[in-house]
């Protein structure tokens, strides 16, 4: 057990809290420690809870704003040994005894006192309960979740290794099942062969659909007109009159040609001349004209410049790149149908192309020069020399061979055709699975894959002993663990009857998804209420919301925490500590309240109360067979003071209805705001009957607060009154506002009170009240 504080430094409200020197100042088994609201009840719950767990942090977050002072505490146990929190953490705590505390932050954490039952909150509640009575069990779990996440951690990376050595196609357990060949490699290396050439041969079959026949020469022919056109001549009448003209333009004009002449007399329209307007009927000139132009040598140019043209497209530049290309390509597909596809074929001996171009230009050569001297001399018959009618007959000669050339492509290109036709279209998949079939053989029979497979089977039977092992190890848990739920469902439902409530809670088992959590429900005359957020949120919907009183729900944490505790294995060498436990319950469950103190302080190796409730302190003393101790907290003076002393002494009737009234009118200024006055008047009042209570002996029956005051002022230190120097000055200030309101029976006009500044004063003769509880 605890028996004293000896240092608490930087803690809280508390730069330092002194207890009561020597023995006096140890706790008890029963231990009352009376404070006001904010003198540091809940830090010192913290304090006993940190201590418990080990936790610093409950500590470190009740640092004192504004201080640089080092936290420490040092708490004396029984047979004189210490634990002590220096540098944000506890030494040698071991000692310490359970510590069970009730206090607001324990409601929060671990009972649906709100309009909802959280996740959080109902994992706690499983921690509430099971206690070290399952423990063994719920290490089981534990260790078997531990082990079931190595295995499953094992079997990953053996599935992993084994899955990077399997073909495509294939799934561990087909692979696992392939049996070995004999003589792979050989086997492997035969299929590898016939399915390469498989592919060129199908590649070559492709290709050969897609190649395109020997196209045939171009043979370039001499016109036939070519004699006519060279052998024709002009009458005299038209040569006589193409002198005169030449003679006329010779004479007239500056070399103009007989072109331009003509030009003109295709224009005319009279016999006036079309470029001078000269008249010209009768005159010579004109009759030449019309002899001239008549048409003869007109349809003889013409006939001579179409074989022109004929001769250029056959024998010209353009027809003589064609005959290269297409000679040159029969030889490109002769040497492909050799290297690629294996056929072989001779084309027709035509001599070399650069020779067969050669006769072409000249042919084209010998029949431009013919035509260049008929042009030079339309009158008269042109005859071919010796070297043009060479040229013309050679070629003539080689366009024969040409002829016969384009007849043996027929011949070739029907052979062709027929290998395109029957090139067949080969299936490659059975000789790609072959190769496959053997490659996976292989690779199944290999050292690493046999200790790949070797490895993934014992990491599978590894995890599957390991989720067996977790499923017992849960089922052993659940069913211990629902054991303990039931017990606990109904003891706290036994408190809940002590307590009048007219709820009850449901019992819905443990479950262990996402880690184990209790499964409490509250039911009210036979129908389960909603505890969901969603049905809190719906004003519609009944749930805790709407169906719990803060008291029902103060009732329920109460029973709750009385049930943890005396379930708990270890209760009687524990500490129970409660920061008040009546507050916001009903006044009907005080009692019972009470009785569940004094039952716990019995089984429990020692007991702390802490309360601002005067009477609800001075009840939980008395307990029959019991020496309790009384505490008081005094903040005002630093530094504090946890002082052993009896409590004070319960105010009078009169006293605990003012009280109520300045506490209510603080807490709800509204419902005050007709009788302001009556507030006001009752600030004076209740601190003149608080001081005759504290210090019945140091007034005179007359006195009034004022003289309080002074009286207080002047006492000397060591008496009793002097203890109350540290109120004067605040009395001094709450007296002055209160006469404002005190003069109308003089026949000064009182004052009318303004509601937030009549609330102000109250708060601080509330907390001078207060403060006083530790004079």
Known sequence: MIKRINVLKGVGRFSALNSTPGSEGDFSELNIIYASNSCGKSTLCDVFRSLDTGNS????????????????????????????????????????????????????????????????????????????????????????EQQLSSATSALNTAQTNLTRLIPTGYTADSFRNLDAVEDVDNKITEAASGLKSAEQTKAKAEAIQARSLLGAVPIAEVPEILESVLNATLDAAALAAEAKIRDHLAATSQGLPIGWVKQGFDSQTSTACPHCGQEMQGLEILEAYRSFFSGELQEQERLRESTRSTVR??????????????????????????????????LPEIGDIASVLALLQEAYQAVGSALDRKRANPASAISLTGEESAAITTWSEKAAELGAYNQALEAINTELRDRQANAGVIDLVPLQQRLSSLNAAKKRHEQETINAYAAYGTATNQKNLAQQEKQRANEALREQSNQLFERYGSRINDLLTLFGADFRIVNDGVTFRGGPSGQLAIELSGVRIAATPEAASDPSQISLANTLSGGDRSALALAFFLAKVEMAPDVGRSIVVFDDPYHNQDRSRRQCTIEQIHHLTGIAKQCFVLSHDLEFARAVERRPGTQAKTFVVNPLINPATLEARSLPPLPSQAYLKNYHLLHHYSENPADHLGHLK??????????????????????????WLGDMIRKIREAQIGTPLSLCHPLVEELGYINTYSQRFHHGGTGEVADEPEARELKTYVDRALKVIHAGGNI
């Open 57 to 144: 942090a409950y500590v470190i977050g009740r640092k004192q704003l504004g201080s640089n002072t080092q936290q420490e505490i040092v708490v004396l146990l029984e047979q004189g040994q210490t634990t002590r929190f220096q540098n944000a953490q506890w030494h040698e705590r071991e000692n310490c005894p359970p510590i069970h505390v009730y206090d607001d932050r324990f409601v929060a954490e671990n009972v649906f006192i709100g309009h909802h039952i959280s996740l959080d909150q109902r994992r706690n509640l499983y921690g509430l309960v099971i206690g070290d009575q399952a423990i063994t069990l719920k290490q089981a779990v534990d260790d078997a």
């Open 313 to 346: 497209a056959t024998f010209g530049e353009t027809a003589q790149n064609q005959l290269r290309q297409v000679l040159a390509s029969h030889g490109t597909e002769r040497d492909w149908w050799r290297d690629a596809a294996g056929y072989e074929f001779t």
């Open 678 to 703: 009556q507030v006001a008047d009752t600030l004076r009042v209740i601190l003149e009957e608080y001081f005759r209570l504290k210090f019945p002996k140091a007034w005179a029956e007359n006195d």
